[in-house]
């Protein structure tokens, strides 16, 4: 069977990185997410870090030469041999042409599943939206452990933070900036005819089962060509 590609694409908050968790641990697939890797630059202050610091907080894009690299490195590790689930990648058309160049050298099946969820929706999530800064894990209001030693990552045990750009204000720049740069993204993977899209805007296990559904099917069929 090929290599897979499940691209998971949506706005911010939509449940793109809870979702590519959930189908990376079904699919045993390693989940590259973008954001977080540029997180965990900005924390180590490495070069990357330096350089992206500033477009992240003020809800810009990182330059696509920056985020090309990364992505770039990351695929070549043996754990993406099967498939990968990438998470807040692509996100320009440049990305995505970055991203066929490389698939096209090595012969990718790709699948982009499209979470849709209403602005307002999103907006409200940030609020109470908490994260971890060590595994990256993401809890809603309504999925935060109660813990009596304070809120600590279910997963890892870290103490849950606000992210700098889960904020009103960063959040509505970075809205605005989806919609600009990355929502055209749909219509050129439209084109493609490998675009499928789920509401988000319901139970995150219910989102899971249609993903899912659609990660098995795309096998499936690709395993009887
Ligand atoms: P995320 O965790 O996916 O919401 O990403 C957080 C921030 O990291 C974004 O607002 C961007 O500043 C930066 N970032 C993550 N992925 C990309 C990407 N593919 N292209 C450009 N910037 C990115």
Known sequence: MGRLAVILFGPPAAGKGTQARMVGAEMKFP????????????????????????????????????????????????????????????????????????????????????????????????????????????FSAASLPSDRDGLKCDECGTALVQRKDDTAEVMEERLRVYHRQTQPLIDHYKSRGSYVEVDGDSRVEDVFGSILGIVRKQRKAASVL
């Open 31 to 138: 989940v590259i997410s973008t954001g977080d890797i540029l997180r965990e630059a900005v924390r180590d202050q490495t070069k990357l870090g330096t350089q992206a610091k500033g477009y992240m907080e003020s809800g810009a894009l990182v330059p696509d030469e920056l985020v090309d690299a990364i992505v770039k490195e990351r695929l070549q590790r043996k754990d993406c041999a099967e498939g990968f689930v990438l998470d807040g990648y692509p996100r320009t058309i440049r990305q995505a042409e970055f991203l066929e160049g490389a698939f096209r050298e090595e012969g990718v099946e790709t699948l982009v599943i499209g979470i849709t969820v209403d602005d307002r929706v999103l907006v409200s999530r940030i609020a109470g939206r908490r994260s971890c800064p060590n595994c990256g894990k993401v």
